[in-house]
């Protein structure tokens, strides 16, 4: 099974900050990645497909990018709604593995 | 506009059955694979089980192979969970997933919970 190791569990950023959210995959695939927004009690919410595709309607301030074994999301200017648990999960293989998640508060 | 909507959760004893069912809508069933993934209280994402197209192909978890089934019926837009032998870590929000662009709709979810 690929692992998907996220980091950080959780960060507190300010509104307008960059935030940066790494998954690293315990063997090396391309590509087949997706991250996810999921606010309390609500399900989640498809952000980012195949590693840097936005999906319809997902602000431009969301961006995703590969290198190696390593996935990043990042959100280039915080605002206010963000504030949410974020998931990255490999579709590459059987079974799709799912990051710890990574929890965004406010500072 | 497409639709997920889950149904079939509710309170079972450890070692009942549950069918969970996911109607679809908005889009052509028929030509996406779909995915169930569940969600336990306070807990991270963890996908279960995939169907494609056509049903050729089906895979499960470690944790869930043998006891749950996957199925769809095309005719009825809808995809199925067959849960059998439930345990008390089966408790969870459970949502099904359709494969577009990615994994990229999600339903609302349905609660599961097995207690005695």
């Known amino acids: 099974d690929i692992q998907m190791t996220q980091s950080p569990s959780s960060l507190s950023a300010s509104v307008g900050d960059k935030v940066t959210i790494t998954c690293r995959a315990s063997q090396g695939f391309s590509r087949w990645l997706a991250w996810y927004q999921q606010k309390p009690e609500k399900a989640p919410k498809s952000l980012i497909y195949e590693a840097s595709n936005l999906q319809s309607g997902v602000p431009s301030r969301f961006s995703g990018s590969e290198s190696g074994t390593d996935f990043t999301l990042t959100i280039s200017s915080l605002q206010p709604e963000d504030f949410a648990t974020y998931y990255c999960?490999?579709?590459?293989?059987?079974?799709?593995?799912f990051g710890q998640g990574t929890k965004v508060e406010i500072k | 506009e497409v639709q997920l909507v889950e149904s079939g959760g509710g309170l079972v004893q450890p070692g009942e059955s549950l069918r969970l069912s996911c109607a679809a809508s908005?889009?052509?069933?028929?030509?996406?694979?779909m995915n169930w993934v569940r969600q336990a209280p306070g807990k991270g994402l963890e996908w279960i089980s995939y169907?494609?197209?056509?049903?050729?192909?089906?895979y499960y978890a470690d944790s869930v192979k043998g006891r749950f089934t996957i199925s769809r019926d095309d005719a009825k837009n809808s995809v199925y969970l067959q849960m059998n032998s439930l345990r008390d870590e089966d408790t969870a929000v459970y949502y099904c997933?359709?494969?577009?662009?990615?994994?990229?709709?999600w339903g609302q979810g349905t609660l599961v919970t097995v207690s005695s």
């Open positions: 999960q490999q579709y590459n293989t059987y079974p799709r593995t």
């Open positions: 908005g889009f052509a069933f028929s030509g996406h694979s």
């Open positions: 997933v359709r494969d577009g662009s990615g994994p990229d709709y």
């Open positions: 169907i494609s197209s056509g049903s050729s192909s089906i």
